[in-house]
């Protein structure tokens, strides 16, 4: 059964780190595009990591806080997440696809996490 399981949220204040694990079971991701989202209350999902054997991608409301990584023996993506601020609060969901890290919606993707709550707050 192909599955892919995200752990690692939990409650955090305001310039904490968490990493957050995506991990899959039924399949390699070594060969997969994964990605990390999140969709906070009200909002959109929206990407912001993404790593492909050719590219990476993290958006700007992340760029130089949060860093995407494998590690292909443990067959699991993370998502180190460092100086969080509570704008950060959401669910996270990691999915996969083929190709590089480029999408043009959801349907883009073939597998999705259950996703895992990350709130950031004094």
């Known amino acids: 059964q192909v599955q892919l399981v995200e752990s690692g949220g939990g409650l955090v204040q305001p310039g904490g780190s968490l990493r957050l694990s995506c991990a899959a079971s039924g399949f390699t991701l070594n060969y997969d595009t994964v990605a990390w989202f999140r969709q906070a209350p009200g909002k959109e999902r929206e990407g912001i990591a993404c790593d492909s054997s050719k590219d990476t991608f993290h958006a700007d409301s992340v760029k130089d806080r949060f860093t995407i990584y494998r590690d292909n023996g443990k067959n699991t993506v993370y998502l180190q997440m460092n100086n969080l601020k509570p704008e950060d609060t959401a669910i996270y969901y990691c999915?996969?696809?083929?190709?590089?890290?480029?999408?043009?919606?959801?349907?883009?993707?073939?597998?999705w996490g259950q996703g895992t709550q990350v709130t950031v707050s004094s």
């Open positions: 999915a996969t696809k083929r190709g590089l890290c480029r999408w043009r919606g959801l349907h883009d993707f073939d597998s």
